[in-house]
């Protein structure tokens, strides 16, 4: 008699060099399904049961997903537009050209890092606009909601600081307005514009300040918030649920009566 | 029955009903996305052209040659030192093939044979647009990302000029545009600095204003103010298109600024006035005074005979003052110690007439309907504002207004100026030399208040002045000095003593050059020392004749006294030498006639001379070189001896050509041309 697909994966399951990488060994219990998120460092940021209900598309409208799944993106784009850039003057606008012009699908590398950019700054708000008007943000998750803000705040950072990087004309002139409102602060104005440019102009110290804090600090420091974020969903009792609405607001998710 | 709207749903049921198939159904649509790239890829622009000039190539007999030849792929052209990536042989990939003469299909056609080899210089640097583009609209035209497109062809000389600085044969367009933005004094107005660190100095010579009324009348200024070019076909001066009130004004301040000048008027004699001017009389100290090869007059069928050195003399009696003209005639630079215009010695007599015969040259109607009523001081007051406003002593100077520093707009890098940072008028079309040909054309459409006055050129004119401005380029500012070709220095060089005062008074620069000063027309005396025989140097300054048959210009007679003679030509002698050789290395005359026999057969026979020149007036026929009747008794024996072994060692770009004489060749040919004495009947009438 014929193994079936399901056999071949349990007997996979129980190979060394699968129980070598995963420690929670067989089983479908509940606490193997719990030992098998709570012990994989990745899947033990997530909580150990999710609602079935929580996963239906009205709930959060996959926002958090998809901000995140922009952010993979960019990470992945980023990587390789990395290797075709130099971040030097006048250099930095011929890579970009070459981008255009000879590297293979150089061009939509490029767009879609832009546009995943664009995207990820409107679902990062779409998100933040969602768990406020459901409420999400209350106690125990108010914490989460500040590391919310904080990640907004670097998603801006990142497009802005990315807007430079072509060194085109569009983008030397942004920084340089973008720039000067930083020196519209109160006594220190002045001295953070140095500090974020490399000097009083926007030039070939700014374009390095900035290449770094887009391609290696601000990225980091999302890395390093997205984590506390996910693990923060977990220990604040998973995503909000929708009990604790109060009725009258609470959609009918679509399609319910179809079923 | 379904209706339409059941069937949609059915289809988004089917679709993204089960969040399975929901995502199965979204990551292939994705997947689908993800294949754009590469396909867009594969079917780009230039795979494209290099698919067809393959199948191009594949009927032609030199077929197997072609394909050996064509590489696929993107092909480029890294100029690092010019910071330059060129792609364009990745579509214009017959570009070098000598054999696609007959292909006209662009861009398979062949590049014209040019004096440059594209490995050196790429496109970019002469062609324009986008070098590293690799699509059509992009690498030609203008876009949001990349200003600078194709330059039109009509003006592709401007690009020689970028790392040619001096005029060279390669380029008559850009050689005459340079020539006119000097010519015509734009360049007292805009500041054009040049790659080398000078500046472009203007050649129009602007007169003086500020004794203008010792020479002319308010009417006169007043007509021509309003139109000079009524009063002078070849006019420099250009249009300023004011009311016939600020044209009142000005001539009212220019009069009334105006300081007269000791002896700058000569009242005239009553004898000369009792005599009526003899138009025979004027005409002949005209033509031998050889007035004509600087200034012009318009002859009867509207042509202008003469040259451009000096102002037009058409209707010069309707200008100028007679004590004035007279005055000047006898010495001009009494008026303006600064003109280019000869002091002639002339006798009273000669003056008179000369002065008669040009102040009948008049025109009745250039001041007929100008009546001006005496100037009121609020008159005064406003010319003078509107001369500082238009800026005329940008080019004239006038006491009490100084000359405007950076009037217009600088040109220096007019060739680089981004679209963006122009404004069009419009209907024209939005490029750089659209722009400039309308600026030269029609200054003053591109809106009000303008001061740009109104030029008069040609169609060639407008081209040959676009051609120049497109030259001056950021480019040209930056290359490489290893990559130019230097203009001649401009050179202040200043004879001394007292040969040099005299040498000034003359005017000897304006038509002569030495030590790279001075005009064209006549020849360069910068070697005259080592070249001629003091003796016909003495006696050609006292009664100059022509040495070249096809010349109707010469040099005029200067009336010089003995004493002013002996001074040019000591000074001439002993300054204008070669330290090549020493000019009395060889004897003037004892050379046996075995030799000059000898001599006489090359000339003839070996090195046809006689195409050329004339040494016997009744058999040869010689009109491009110099008669040579008398060159033994004009040149060193040295000199030509030199001379033809090789003249270009001696005067760069002569046309004489360089025939790798022998030695004994060269002897030979310096004892038959020392046999040429001349006539005595020529020595005769020359005392």
Not at chain 1, 124 to 133: I, P
Not at chain 2, 36 to 46: D, L, T, V
Not at chain 2, 363 to 382: C, F, G, K, M, R
């Amino acid at each position: 008699m014929a193994k079936t697909a399901a056999e071949y994966f349990e007997n996979l399951r129980e190979s060394r060099v699968w129980r070598s990488i995963f420690r929670s060994g067989t089983g479908t219990s509940t606490l193997h399904r719990s030992l098998a998120i709570q012990q994989n460092i990745f899947l033990h940021l997530f909580s150990t049961k999710v609602r079935r209900r929580m996963l239906n598309f009205s709930a959060t409208w996959y926002l958090g997903t998809l901000t995140f799944g922009t952010f993979v993106i960019l990470v992945v784009t980023g990587i390789l537009l990395m290797l075709y850039y130099h971040p030097s003057v006048p250099q930095a606008y011929a890579d970009t050209k070459d981008l255009q012009f000879v590297v293979s699908s150089g061009l939509f590398l490029r767009n879609l890092d832009r546009w995943s950019a664009h995207a990820m700054v409107l679902l990062v708000f779409a998100h933040m606009f969602k768990v406020f008007y459901r409420g999400a943000y209350r106690p125990p998750r108010e914490f989460n909601w500040v590391i919310g803000v904080v990640l907004l705040l670097l998603t801006l950072l990142l497009s802005y600081t990315g807007y430079l990087l072509p060194w085109d004309q569009l983008a030397f002139w942004a920084i340089t307005v973008g720039s000067n409102i930083a020196s519209a602060v109160p006594l220190l104005g002045n001295k953070i514009h140095f500090l974020l440019l490399g000097g009083n102009l926007v030039n070939a110290n700014a374009l390095l300040r900035f290449y770094v804090l887009h391609c290696m600090i601000l990225p980091l420091a999302a890395f390093f918030f997205i984590g506390i974020h996910f693990w923060r969903i977990r220990k604040d009792g998973g995503l909000y649920t929708q009990q604790s609405e109060p009725a009258a607001v609470r959609p009918q998710p679509v399609g319910k009566e179809a079923q | 029955m379904q209706s339409p709207q059941d069937k949609s749903y059915s289809l988004w049921h089917k679709l993204f009903g089960d969040p399975i198939r929901a995502f199965g159904v979204v990551s292939l649509l994705f997947l689908m996305s993800l294949a754009i790239a590469p396909a867009k890829n594969h079917f780009s622009e230039w795979r494209h052209y290099q698919k067809s000039y393959l199948r191009m190539i594949r009927g032609r007999g030199d077929a197997v040659t072609l394909q050996r030849h064509f590489r696929g792929g993107i092909q480029q052209m890294w100029l690092p030192e010019l910071g330059a990536v060129d792609r364009c042989t990745t579509c214009h990939v017959g570009q070098k093939e000598a054999s696609l003469v007959d292909v006209s299909t662009q861009p398979y056609r062949r590049h014209p044979v040019i004096p440059h080899s594209s490995d050196q210089f790429g496109c970019v640097i002469c062609h324009r647009g986008q070098g590293a583009a690799t699509t059509v609209e992009e690498a030609h035209r203008s876009t949001l990302a990349w200003e600078q497109p194709l330059v039109p062809t009509r003006y592709i000389e401007s690009s020689c000029g970028q790392c040619h600085r001096a005029s060279f044969a390669g380029t008559p367009q850009l050689n005459q545009g340079r020539a006119l933005l000097t010519r015509f004094g734009c360049v007292h107005c805009h500041t054009v600095k040049l790659p080398d660190g000078s500046t472009m100095n203007a050649t129009d010579d602007p007169p003086p204003l500020s004794h203008i009324a010792d020479k002319t009348t308010r009417e006169w200024i007043f007509a021509w103010l309003k139109d000079p070019r009524a009063y002078a076909a070849s006019a420099t001066m250009p249009n300023f298109l004011l009311k016939d009130e600020d044209a009142r004004d000005i001539s009212a301040f220019l009069i009334a600024n105006s300081t007269p000048v000791r002896d700058d008027t000569i009242p005239i004699s009553s004898a000369a006035q009792k005599s009526a001017p003899d138009p025979q009389a004027g005409a002949s100290v005209y033509g031998e005074s050889f007035c004509a090869s600087c200034h012009a007059v318009q002859n009867a069928a509207g042509n202008l005979v003469g040259g451009d050195i000096g102002p037009e003399l058409t209707r010069v009696g309707s200008k100028v003052k007679p004590e004035w003209l007279q005055a000047w005639i006898r010495n001009p630079r009494i008026y303006d110690p600064r003109t280019a215009m000869s002091h002639y010695r002339f006798n009273d007599q000669q003056a008179d007439v000369l002065t008669g015969f040009l102040s009948s040259k008049t025109d009745s109607d250039l001041l007929a309907n100008v009546h001006l009523d005496p100037a009121t001081p609020e008159q005064i007051a406003h010319g003078k504002t509107l001369v500082t406003e238009y800026g005329c002593a940008s080019c004239h100077e006038i006491s009490g207004i100084k000359k405007p520093e950076r009037f217009a707009p600088e040109l220096t890098r007019i060739g680089s100026k981004p679209i963006s940072l122009l404004i069009f008028i419009p209907g024209m079309q939005h490029t750089l030399p659209d722009y400039i040909v309308n600026k030269i054309k029609q200054p003053r459409a591109f809106g009000t208040g303008l001061k740009m006055p109104q030029y008069n050129f040609n169609p060639a004119q407008v081209d040959a002045l676009t051609t120049a401005l497109l030259s001056f380029t950021d480019q040209a500012q930056t290359m490489p000095a290893a990559l130019t070709v230097p203009a001649m220095a401009v050179s202040n060089y200043q004879p001394a003593g007292k040969a040099g005062q005299l040498m000034n008074d003359l005017a000897c620069f304006s038509c002569h050059t030495i030590n790279g000063r001075g005009g064209d027309m006549a020849p360069d005396l910068t070697l005259e020392g080592s070249a001629v025989q003091r003796k016909w140097l003495d006696d050609f300054l006292k009664n100059p004749n022509t040495l070249r048959p096809a010349l109707i210009r010469r040099m005029p007679k200067f009336n010089l006294t003995d004493a002013e003679i002996a001074t040019l030509s000591d000074y001439i002698m002993t300054v204008y030498q070669t330290p090549a050789f020493d000019r009395d290395s060889m004897p003037e005359s004892g050379y046996s006639s075995s030799q000059v026999e000898q001599g006489r057969q090359l000339f003839y026979s070996k090195y046809a001379c006689q195409s050329c020149h004339i040494i016997d007036p009744k058999i040869d026929k010689g009109y491009i070189g110099p008669t040579l009747t008398q060159v033994g008794s004009r040149l060193n024996a040295a000199w030509i001896y030199r001379w033809l072994r090789n003249p270009q060692a001696l005067r760069p770009g002569t046309t004489e050509p360089n025939r790798n004489m022998s030695e004994e060749d060269a002897r030979a040919l310096t004892a038959f041309m020392m046999s040429q004495k001349g006539s005595g009947k020529q020595e005769a009438k020359k005392r």
